[in-house]
């Protein structure tokens, strides 16, 4: 039978309890046992297709075309390898699947409820997906925290399984926080109290307390927790701050996380070997050398939109030996008239721009101008996706002369649409699901710099895009210097783009961020960090230069 390791949070959302469940996953992994993760998300949407990624962070989008809660991209960053959108549970989901079986006449008869109808359900998902993974541990983590009245029906599920499964084979951990007040300098552990006690009036006893702070827990603390939460001292773990995520996983193998863990569930693993994934997460911190990336997008008032890509680029840097430091640029800001002088300061100082994803009208002719900006300057850009879109647009507007070139996305009157709807797209009225989702493999002709990046004919890549190149203006792009060197579908889509006579300026319509894991950097990424690393050592040299003639 597989064992269900049940994650909740408490006190506050936002305490890393997704890196939490990873973590305590990796762990498990390098300690020889199959493990997985699975997200349970207590919202009514069916999943995270339709929501905003200021309100809720990023989709995260699976190679089986899920769009899912950015949780499921760290669990396949530190488990290096693909989950599926199954791996995504949501509120949406369980009833729409409880609904559809009662409209069928399955419960005849029968009053529907949340219990047993609803726990039921969710209880065959989880047992579902554990069993059709192969893992002999399945971390679940259940989002929102304890208390909120959405989750209530996954808690029950996760109770109910303790019952069903058997204490052996389930285990409680629980995520809180132990504040720090500047003038008492000491960590509180009332909060993590009230919490536990909020828990157990669910019926929930927690077997593991993972405490959330800025240092270590002192051992009085721990003392002070295990006995008000009935928890033994030694299964009150300390998470403290570190320099990078990576380091989470050492930091909870340290603290002994594996004892009480195995004792529960009577499991035997192998000797725990973090070495090779201590030496990668050491890349990541106090690097001599940092470049900057202007990341000139829709949704940089919150981090977390752009989640994959801030990562993808971490990543990239550690493997090319040097820190990156990521500067957030409203794309709105080069719409206005003082966009140059603005350019000049944000733009001129960075030593590469990437072009991310996004939606709508909103400030995309700032991210057009951006991407004229980085040809002209002759800085590395890299366009994902929409920016791949805006990249042709910025192209055919200023060097084809086409000036009201765009996407029939923004201008559905556009007498120059270079790029359009996708033709198995014309009709659609649903937004949710709908759109090309999933990996696709793609063809790298060669001759290319993509050819070289990848150093393979065939790549994998990952897709959420409605709309294309309109290839009736490939040739004419082509013939300009636009080159695009990647396929999909049998040539239907074109998939990278790159400008010839450009040190690196490269788009792609797939999203390569979704695949970049820490133990294996994204190629192009890789390459685009390269770039402004060249970039970075020639405008040092060029100032020198200046420096010695005035």
């Given at each position: 039978m597989p064992k269900y390791i049940f994650v909740t949070g408490g006190v506050m959302s936002g305490l890393g309890k997704g890196i939490t469940t990873s973590s305590l996953a990796k762990v498990l992994q390098r300690s020889g046992l199959t493990a997985t993760c699975m997200k349970v998300d207590p919202y009514l949407n069916f999943d995270a297709g339709t929501m905003n990624p200021i309100a809720h962070g990023e989709v995260f989008v699976t190679d089986d075309g899920g769009e899912c809660d950015m949780d499921l991209g760290n669990y396949e960053r530190f488990l290096n390898k693909n989950l599926s959108k199954e791996d995504n549970i949501t509120t949406g989901q369980v009833y729409n699947a409880v609904i559809e079986e009662e409209r069928k006449g399955k419960y005849l008869g029968k009053c529907v409820q949340i219990i047993p109808h609803i726990t039921d359900e969710i209880k065959r998902r989880i047992r579902q997906r554990t069993l059709k993974s192969g893992a002999s541990v399945a971390v679940i983590e259940c989002g929102g925290t304890v208390g909120d009245i959405e989750s209530l029906p996954f808690l029950e599920a996760f109770r109910q399984m303790r019952l069903e499964d058997g204490m052996e084979n389930t285990l409680f951990v629980h995520v809180t926080l132990a504040p720090e007040m500047g003038a008492v300098g000491e960590m509180k552990t009332k909060p993590t109290q009230h919490s536990v006690q909020e828990l157990r009036r669910i019926g929930i006893q927690p077997d593991l307390i993972v405490v959330r702070g800025t240092r270590p827990l002192p051992i009085d603390a721990k003392e002070k927790l295990a006995l008000f939460t009935s928890v033994p001292v030694d299964s009150v773990i300390s998470n403290p701050d570190v320099e990078t995520i990576y380091q989470v996983p050492e930091a909870l193998y340290r603290e002994g996380v594996l004892k009480p863990l195995m004792g529960h569930l009577r499991i035997k693993g192998k000797k725990t070997d973090l070495a090779d994934w201590n030496a990668v997460a050491s890349r990541f911190v106090r690097q001599k050398n940092t470049v900057s990336v202007a990341m000139v997008g829709k949704y940089v008032t919150l981090m977390d939109s752009y989640v994959s890509v801030n990562l993808a680029l971490k990543h990239a840097a550690a493997a090319n030996g040097v820190g990156v430091e990521i500067r957030w640029i409203e794309s709105e800001d080069f719409e206005g008239t003082s966009r140059s002088e603005v350019a000049r300061k944000v733009l001129g100082g960075a030593d590469g721009i990437v072009l991310p994803q996004g939606y709508g009208k909103r400030g995309t002719e700032g991210k057009i101008w951006a991407a004229d900006y980085a040809r002209r300057t002759q800085k590395p850009l890299l366009g994902l996706c929409f920016g791949f879109q805006l990249s042709i647009v910025s192209f055919a507007r200023n060097v084809l002369g086409l000036?009201?070139?765009?996407?029939?996305?923004?201008?559905?009157?556009?007498?120059?649409?270079?790029?359009?709807?996708?033709?198995?797209?014309?009709?659609?009225?649903?937004?949710?699901?709908?759109?090309?989702?999933?990996?696709?493999?793609?063809?790298?002709?060669?001759?290319?710099?993509?050819?070289?990046?990848?150093?393979?004919?065939?790549?994998?890549?990952?897709?959420?895009?409605?709309?294309?190149?309109?290839?009736?203006?490939?040739?004419?792009?082509?013939?300009?210097?636009?080159?695009?060197?990647?396929?999909?579908?049998?040539?239907?889509?074109?998939?990278?783009?790159?400008?010839?006579?450009?040190?690196?300026?490269?788009?792609?319509?797939?999203?390569?961020?979704?695949?970049?894991?820490?133990?294996?950097?994204?190629?192009?990424?890789?390459?685009?960090l390269k770039a402004a690393i060249e970039e970075h050592e020639g405008r040092g040299k060029r100032l020198q230069v200046a420096a010695r003639s005035s």
């Open positions: 000036k009201e070139a765009n996407s029939t996305e923004l201008d559905p009157q556009t007498p120059d649409p270079v790029i359009d709807l996708l033709p198995e797209q014309r009709g659609i009225s649903n937004l949710g699901g709908t759109m090309r989702l999933g990996g696709h493999d793609i063809s790298v002709l060669k001759p290319s710099k993509a050819f070289d990046i990848y150093r393979s004919k065939t790549v994998r890549g990952r897709h959420r895009h409605r709309f294309e190149l309109n290839q009736s203006y490939m040739e004419k792009l082509e013939d300009a210097g636009l080159h695009f060197s990647a396929f999909s579908d049998g040539g239907r889509r074109a998939e990278i783009l790159e400008l010839k006579e450009h040190p690196f300026f490269m788009g792609t319509q797939y999203h390569p961020e979704y695949c970049s894991r820490p133990e294996y950097p994204e190629p192009i990424f890789q390459s685009f």
